[in-house]
Protein backbone atom coordinates (compact mmCIF):
# COMPACT_ATOMS: atom_id res chain seq x y z
CA UNK A 1 0.00 0.00 0.00
CA UNK A 2 2.79 2.42 0.56
CA UNK A 3 4.67 2.16 -3.10
CA UNK A 4 1.24 2.64 -3.99
CA UNK A 5 0.39 5.47 -2.20
CA UNK A 6 3.52 7.09 -3.49
CA UNK A 7 3.04 5.82 -7.06
CA UNK A 8 -0.37 7.88 -6.85
CA UNK A 9 0.51 10.79 -4.93
CA UNK A 10 3.15 11.52 -7.64
CA UNK A 11 0.78 10.83 -10.48
CA UNK A 12 -0.72 14.44 -9.33
CA UNK A 13 1.34 15.82 -6.69
CA UNK A 14 -0.25 19.56 -6.96
CA UNK A 15 -4.23 17.86 -6.82
CA UNK A 16 -3.23 15.87 -3.85
CA UNK A 17 -1.08 18.78 -2.11
CA UNK A 18 -4.35 21.35 -2.62
CA UNK A 19 -6.55 18.17 -1.37
CA UNK A 20 -4.24 18.30 2.35
CA UNK A 21 -3.88 22.11 2.51
CA UNK A 22 -8.00 22.21 2.02
CA UNK A 23 -8.33 19.81 4.78
CA UNK A 24 -6.49 22.27 7.21
CA UNK A 25 -6.84 25.65 5.83
CA UNK A 26 -10.28 26.10 8.32
CA UNK A 27 -8.59 25.39 11.02
CA UNK A 28 -5.54 27.46 10.24
CA UNK A 29 -8.11 30.42 9.69
CA UNK A 30 -9.44 30.03 12.79
CA UNK A 31 -6.20 29.77 14.82
CA UNK A 32 -4.76 32.77 12.75
CA UNK A 33 -7.91 34.87 13.59
CA UNK A 34 -7.61 33.78 17.46
CA UNK A 35 -4.14 35.66 17.50
CA UNK A 36 -5.96 38.60 17.00
CA UNK A 37 -8.66 38.32 19.72
CA UNK A 38 -7.12 36.79 22.08
CA UNK A 39 -9.43 33.22 22.19
CA UNK A 40 -8.45 29.64 22.91
CA UNK A 41 -9.69 28.19 19.37
CA UNK A 42 -8.43 24.10 20.41
CA UNK A 43 -11.98 23.17 20.43
CA UNK A 44 -12.49 24.46 17.24
CA UNK A 45 -9.35 23.43 15.42
CA UNK A 46 -10.17 20.13 16.73
CA UNK A 47 -13.70 19.48 15.33
CA UNK A 48 -12.64 21.64 11.75
CA UNK A 49 -9.28 18.62 11.81
CA UNK A 50 -11.74 15.83 11.88
CA UNK A 51 -14.47 17.51 9.85
CA UNK A 52 -12.24 18.43 7.20
CA UNK A 53 -9.94 15.25 7.29
CA UNK A 54 -12.94 13.14 6.76
CA UNK A 55 -13.99 15.47 3.74
CA UNK A 56 -10.63 15.73 1.92
CA UNK A 57 -10.36 11.82 2.74
CA UNK A 58 -13.57 11.73 0.39
CA UNK A 59 -12.56 13.48 -2.07
CA UNK A 60 -8.70 11.57 -2.38
CA UNK A 61 -10.89 7.94 -2.12
CA UNK A 62 -13.52 9.68 -4.98
CA UNK A 63 -10.06 10.65 -7.24
CA UNK A 64 -8.16 6.88 -6.65
CA UNK A 65 -11.52 5.05 -7.91
CA UNK A 66 -11.66 7.33 -10.63
CA UNK A 67 -8.03 6.89 -11.71
CA UNK A 68 -8.62 3.24 -12.04
CA UNK A 69 -10.40 4.03 -14.94
CA UNK A 70 -7.71 6.21 -16.38
CA UNK A 71 -9.95 9.41 -15.33
CA UNK A 72 -8.77 12.53 -13.73
CA UNK A 73 -10.83 13.63 -11.46
CA UNK A 74 -10.51 17.82 -11.26
CA UNK A 75 -10.04 19.77 -7.59
CA UNK A 76 -13.95 21.03 -7.78
CA UNK A 77 -14.83 17.60 -8.92
CA UNK A 78 -13.23 15.61 -6.10
CA UNK A 79 -14.36 17.87 -3.59
CA UNK A 80 -18.14 17.69 -4.85
CA UNK A 81 -18.14 14.15 -4.19
CA UNK A 82 -17.50 14.84 -0.51
CA UNK A 83 -19.64 17.80 -0.01
CA UNK A 84 -22.37 15.31 -1.59
CA UNK A 85 -22.16 13.21 1.88
CA UNK A 86 -20.33 16.14 4.13
CA UNK A 87 -23.26 15.50 6.77
CA UNK A 88 -22.89 11.87 7.21
CA UNK A 89 -19.14 12.43 6.73
CA UNK A 90 -19.73 14.91 9.46
CA UNK A 91 -21.01 12.58 11.92
CA UNK A 92 -18.56 9.80 10.63
CA UNK A 93 -16.02 11.02 12.06
CA UNK A 94 -17.23 12.64 14.92
CA UNK A 95 -18.63 8.90 15.46
CA UNK A 96 -15.17 7.48 14.85
CA UNK A 97 -12.59 10.10 16.79
CA UNK A 98 -15.53 9.46 19.87
CA UNK A 99 -14.34 5.38 19.46
CA UNK A 100 -10.97 6.09 19.44
CA UNK A 101 -10.71 8.13 22.86
CA UNK A 102 -12.56 5.66 23.97
CA UNK A 103 -10.27 3.19 23.19
CA UNK A 104 -7.40 5.33 23.76
CA UNK A 105 -8.70 5.51 28.18
CA UNK A 106 -8.14 1.89 28.53
CA UNK A 107 -4.47 2.06 28.13
CA UNK A 108 -4.29 2.96 24.32
CA UNK A 109 -4.30 -0.07 22.43
CA UNK A 110 -8.02 -0.79 22.25
CA UNK A 111 -7.87 2.87 20.65
CA UNK A 112 -5.35 2.11 17.91
CA UNK A 113 -7.57 -0.94 16.93
CA UNK A 114 -10.60 0.65 16.85
CA UNK A 115 -8.60 2.92 14.51
CA UNK A 116 -7.47 -0.18 12.25
CA UNK A 117 -10.90 -1.39 12.61
CA UNK A 118 -12.72 1.84 11.08
CA UNK A 119 -9.96 3.03 8.87
CA UNK A 120 -11.88 2.37 5.87
CA UNK A 121 -15.45 3.91 7.31
CA UNK A 122 -14.77 7.19 4.84
CA UNK A 123 -14.22 5.49 1.88
CA UNK A 124 -17.11 3.56 2.53
CA UNK A 125 -19.67 6.33 3.09
CA UNK A 126 -18.22 7.96 0.02
CA UNK A 127 -18.43 5.23 -2.41
CA UNK A 128 -21.41 3.11 -0.89
CA UNK A 129 -23.87 5.99 0.47
CA UNK A 130 -24.09 4.36 3.78
CA UNK A 131 -25.32 6.52 6.92
CA UNK A 132 -22.42 7.16 9.41
CA UNK A 133 -23.47 4.00 11.88
CA UNK A 134 -23.55 1.72 8.69
CA UNK A 135 -20.17 2.61 7.31
CA UNK A 136 -18.55 1.84 10.79
CA UNK A 137 -19.56 -1.03 11.14
CA UNK A 138 -18.95 -2.26 7.17
CA UNK A 139 -15.25 -0.96 8.18
CA UNK A 140 -15.29 -3.37 11.28
CA UNK A 141 -16.40 -5.95 9.15
CA UNK A 142 -14.17 -5.63 5.89
CA UNK A 143 -10.95 -5.27 7.96
CA UNK A 144 -11.87 -8.39 10.03
CA UNK A 145 -8.94 -10.26 9.74
CA UNK A 146 -6.93 -7.84 8.45
CA UNK A 147 -6.41 -5.47 11.21
CA UNK A 148 -2.98 -6.48 11.79
CA UNK A 149 -1.91 -5.16 8.48
CA UNK A 150 -3.16 -1.82 9.09
CA UNK A 151 -1.57 -1.38 12.90
CA UNK A 152 1.67 -0.50 11.89
CA UNK A 153 0.89 2.70 9.36
CA UNK A 154 -2.15 3.57 12.54
CA UNK A 155 0.93 3.34 15.22
CA UNK A 156 3.04 5.46 12.63
CA UNK A 157 0.07 8.09 11.87
CA UNK A 158 -1.04 8.51 15.08
CA UNK A 159 2.60 9.03 16.71
CA UNK A 160 3.00 11.66 14.50
CA UNK A 161 -0.29 13.09 15.36
CA UNK A 162 0.77 13.11 19.02
CA UNK A 163 4.34 14.54 18.31
CA UNK A 164 3.52 17.26 15.70
CA UNK A 165 2.14 19.03 17.68
CA UNK A 166 5.00 19.69 20.03
CA UNK A 167 7.14 20.44 17.32
CA UNK A 168 5.03 23.10 16.01
CA UNK A 169 5.19 24.47 19.55
CA UNK A 170 8.57 24.10 19.83
CA UNK A 171 8.99 26.22 16.76
CA UNK A 172 6.45 28.94 17.85
CA UNK A 173 8.82 29.15 20.80
CA UNK A 174 12.03 29.80 18.91
CA UNK A 175 9.96 32.60 16.41
CA UNK A 176 6.90 33.90 18.23
CA UNK A 177 7.69 33.66 21.95
CA UNK A 178 6.47 30.66 22.58
CA UNK A 179 3.11 31.64 21.16
CA UNK A 180 0.80 28.43 21.78
CA UNK A 181 -1.62 29.54 18.66
CA UNK A 182 1.60 30.18 16.21
CA UNK A 183 2.51 26.32 17.71
CA UNK A 184 -0.92 24.91 16.33
CA UNK A 185 -0.50 26.54 13.00
CA UNK A 186 2.80 25.33 12.26
CA UNK A 187 1.72 21.39 13.42
CA UNK A 188 -1.52 21.86 11.14
CA UNK A 189 0.76 22.76 8.09
CA UNK A 190 3.09 19.49 8.55
CA UNK A 191 -0.06 17.95 9.30
CA UNK A 192 -0.55 17.91 5.30
CA UNK A 193 1.19 15.02 3.98
CA UNK A 194 -0.29 12.96 6.79
CA UNK A 195 -3.37 13.60 5.94
CA UNK A 196 -3.10 13.14 2.53
CA UNK A 197 -1.37 9.69 2.44
CA UNK A 198 -3.98 8.61 5.33
CA UNK A 199 -6.60 9.28 2.58
CA UNK A 200 -4.49 7.81 -0.30
CA UNK A 201 -4.23 4.39 2.52
CA UNK A 202 -7.35 4.52 3.73
CA UNK A 203 -8.73 4.62 -0.09
CA UNK A 204 -6.46 1.70 -1.36
CA UNK A 205 -6.34 -0.48 1.55
CA UNK A 206 -10.79 -0.43 0.81
CA UNK A 207 -10.03 -1.41 -2.69
CA UNK A 208 -8.18 -4.28 -1.83
CA UNK A 209 -10.42 -5.46 0.77
CA UNK A 210 -13.71 -5.24 -1.48
CA UNK A 211 -11.08 -7.51 -4.32
CA UNK A 212 -10.35 -9.74 -1.68
CA UNK A 213 -13.19 -10.28 0.16
CA UNK A 214 -16.27 -9.77 -2.33
CA UNK A 215 -14.35 -9.96 -5.57
CA UNK A 216 -14.95 -6.78 -6.54
CA UNK A 217 -12.66 -5.19 -8.63
CA UNK A 218 -11.50 -1.76 -8.99
CA UNK A 219 -12.82 -0.37 -11.96
CA UNK A 220 -16.57 -1.32 -10.29
CA UNK A 221 -15.66 1.06 -7.51
CA UNK A 222 -14.84 3.30 -9.72
CA UNK A 223 -18.47 3.11 -11.88
CA UNK A 224 -20.82 1.66 -9.51
CA UNK A 225 -21.53 2.51 -5.83
CA UNK A 226 -23.17 -0.40 -3.67
Known amino acids: VVGRCWSNFFARPFFYLALGLLSVLPAVIVEIAALTVQMDPQL??????MVCGALAGA??????FQSFLGRELG?????????ASFLNLAILALLVNILIFLGALLLMFPGLIVACMCFVAVPVCVVEMRPPTDS???SINLTH??????LPFIIIYFSAIAFLPKLGILAAASFYAGNDVSGMII???VLIPLNIFYGLAAALRYADLRLVKEGVTADMLATEPD
Do not use: T
Not at 44 to 49: E, G, H, I, M
Open 136 to 138: AIR
Open 44 to 49: AVRLLN
Open 145 to 150: DYRLSI
Open 187 to 189: ADL
Open 59 to 64: AIASAV
Open 75 to 83: LAEALGQGL
